[in-house]
């Protein structure tokens, strides 16, 4: 049966290209967020109409990014959430607290720097990864039984 | 019947104490994680042994950790989460992730130049206050239908 | 053990009174929204601060009243919704359609001239009363097997 | 994969049609009660058989057309709901709290007069849209992740 | 903890104080339905208005007794049903399923000359006693660990 | 979307034929029990071996058959069970309790010997109907909004 | 609709071969964890980077294996667990552990000297099976009626 | 409040003891198996009558036993699993799956020997122990936020 795997997580590399290329021969289905930095913090506001307070801007296109992702993430088999080097990410965190309270097989991709900041997450994961080429080596080994 | 309230993020002001004061007269049980940074991030390993890896140190700890902080999570009727002015605070962002995956009552507390940052996390709560007296005015409100 | 009751709807008229003098005598804890128009209406902005838009004005104090009515619900085995003879009342049909979701055992309350309207929601019920005191009479009833 | 959408509420106007229309292109599949208001109101005694009491009759019809509805909500992603301008409309928040005590994404579509009796159902909403084509580019963006 | 137990079925023998009087020294909480037969077939009527035809006067008479046997069963560790000679015993047989869906622990009693038509049932139990001071037994030994 | 119908219960008249016929142009999957008796019974020894003890022999029978059934009831929409004339019919009402506690559309099919016997499975049922093909046209008007 | 059946369990004889031969004409879907044993013990560090403590070698392995392992029970319509006669066979008793708290059906298979250490094992089983070829005989009686 | 702690597994030494007595002034209640070996082996047909067959003597008295593991594991916030040196201990692991499956911390105790082979149950943990008194400690750190 196809393996769904939605990607979330930073969105200024080529992390989930990388993971897909990878796994290219193998039975999986990607998901992830609208990674259109532009049209993400903009949708609300772009189709339900203007708000003057940004609070309320970026609220109304959060929640229409939250049916993508909630849906995304409740479809799911596995949940990769990668941390980069810049920003807060919070909702990167975020996701991962709802992929684990729903009981999705989390895979945490982070550099060696943000590994005390991020101890909690990595310790709710079954895998932590630094590379996306790893994603891909698991998801072949899980669909598989193969090793690099 | 008891309000049961988790007070999760931040551990460097009496942002806790000013709520508890603020509720003292109110039927509510208040609960959190264990606010002794030192204690939190060394526990695993003083109880379970050292490892010279600080992945597995911190690995341990983070897992003791989450006995106590899903416990607190799960039990509770509505989770507060701080965000502060320091640190990466992913574990915040994990627990409001856990908590609304939960169907928790959210409640996020956070100064205006984390509002971008925190939007997908605010869209997802039931309340998104920049004060401690103003969750202790919450939680008044929703027990006994008094507003300030 | 306690039956707990929550009991939504129409705020004007004094039936919730008439309930819990019915059934006085019986190991009952009563449970329902905020019954001040006021405050309900103005709670958001209260304590969380103004809004300009009364769209906000009303979503922040919607989603206050929230919290107390998610839990009320959730807490409650027996949830009696009352439909009197004014306003929309749509709130009150979206808690008997929470508390039917929930498996809640749901009474529904309401005159002669809204049989039609509301024969949905009265399908889902496992009682549709007229009169307070018919509400008493059931959890005498079902407390005690005594019949009126 | 397929998004399921479940069109819920006033049937006297052509807005399905509008919704299903907008999104023609896109891989969405709609569900909805039966718009047939004579069927929906006689089914039950078309059926089961005749019922002197209005009452009754109503009751058998009811129960009838939850089987359609419930599994409709049940298995969407979203459940859209749309409230006209005349009718109490009850059946429309009935459905709008099953909903969203499944965790459906709600997005609530009516004019700006219903907007203070509609605050608890929009609340709970991660849309609130005024004319069916918003919904239709609702779809797209959640889809493809383009604005229109 | 208290172990709470709802004793379904049969109501024309005195086998539900047999239990109750075997378990007197535990710590046990009981719970059942009315088992003042007249009551439970006329509460409907009694409370909510008569009706002409039997199957709507019955309707109405099960739905309110529903609201109590919902909860017991609901509340219940254990769940014993027993079917007695007479009568068909559908709502027994029915009870039974109910518990067994819910992952309640089932005792069921009965005598021998039904074991064959309870095969599916017993086949769910984790008990099939001939005898109520057996349930009693059962009782002391899941509690305190001491046999007969 | 295919309707997944399981039709439990009396298995000596040819009643799920009728509703398979009447159905045969509808999207419905049926499902069913295994309706040869012979085998139902015996089908515990065949495979795992003879007992001496009839309890034994029809406890590992029916526990093969509760394989099929649980997966069955598990799966549907909609559950029907049909009370026939004659035997106990244990196991019909008690996959009727399973059916209502997993939240499926109950149909009940029975004659009018049984109402009041019935009258608790009734009452928690969406339909109740006398005739197969009163079951084949809900069938029809749940999929379709056809009235007969 | 296709049977999903899990094979957990002794990795060293061709029981799984047996089995699915045995079903080769049957709507089964089977599924297993890795049975590379080899592979299955190293894959967490050839993936994810090499551990000097063998603890966390063998933790990485058994977190990776845990993704294949959770997604096949999770998905299973029965999960057969074998039994066989050499080593602990802990983690055999673990997934069945799983498989019973998730409500799947339960096919255990083992010799009869395991016979009493697998008690409790057995009784929270539908089925205990002595040679593979009794599991196929049971799944093709489940799906088709048919006994051997 | 009160920590619910249920002590699985191994019954022939006082590592129970042990955590009972370094917990003596925590606010724990504790809950484990009927430790009474031979009570414990024969409590069904001590109290159901006598089989012939050990199979079933076995299996009478597993499912009266699983009454209470169930209800203690089903209760509890942590389980404790102990693995002795002796014995095949599968029901140690099964009451461990279970305890995984459904989401309780789960804490693992056991000696260097078994690390291979528990690795599955070790990797599913909160925390893995050698020795009770590590348990206690976890269980005040868990509660006070006090290390040793």
Redesign the interface.
């Known amino acids: ?1 196809t ?1 769904k795997v939605y990607l979330s997580g930073e969105i200024h590399t080529d992390w989930r290209d990388q993971i897909i290329e990878g796994a290219r021969d193998l039975d999986v ?1 990607f998901d992830g967020p ?3 930095h532009e ?2 913090d ?2 609300g506001v ?3 109409g203007r708000e ?5 801007h ?14 995304g993430i409740g ?1 799911a ?2 949940v990769v959430v990668r ?1 980069g080097e810049q ?17 999705k ?1 989390l895979i945490i991709l982070h550099g060696p720097d ?16 630094e590379h996306p080429e ?1 994603v891909a ?2 998801l072949r ?2 669909l598989t ?4």
């Open positions: 049966m393996l289905r609208v990674t259109d049209a993400s903009d949708c772009a189709i339900l003057d307070d940004k609070f309320w970026d609220h109304k296109g959060a929640k229409l990014n939250a049916i993508r992702t909630r849906r479809q088999d596995i941390f920003y807060r990410q919070w909702n990167a965190a975020f996701d991962a607290g709802i992929a684990s309270a729903l009981g097989s943000h590994q005390h900041a991020l101890k909690e997450i990595d310790a709710a994961a079954l895998a932590v990864a790893q080596q698991i080994y899980v039984g193969k090793l690099p």
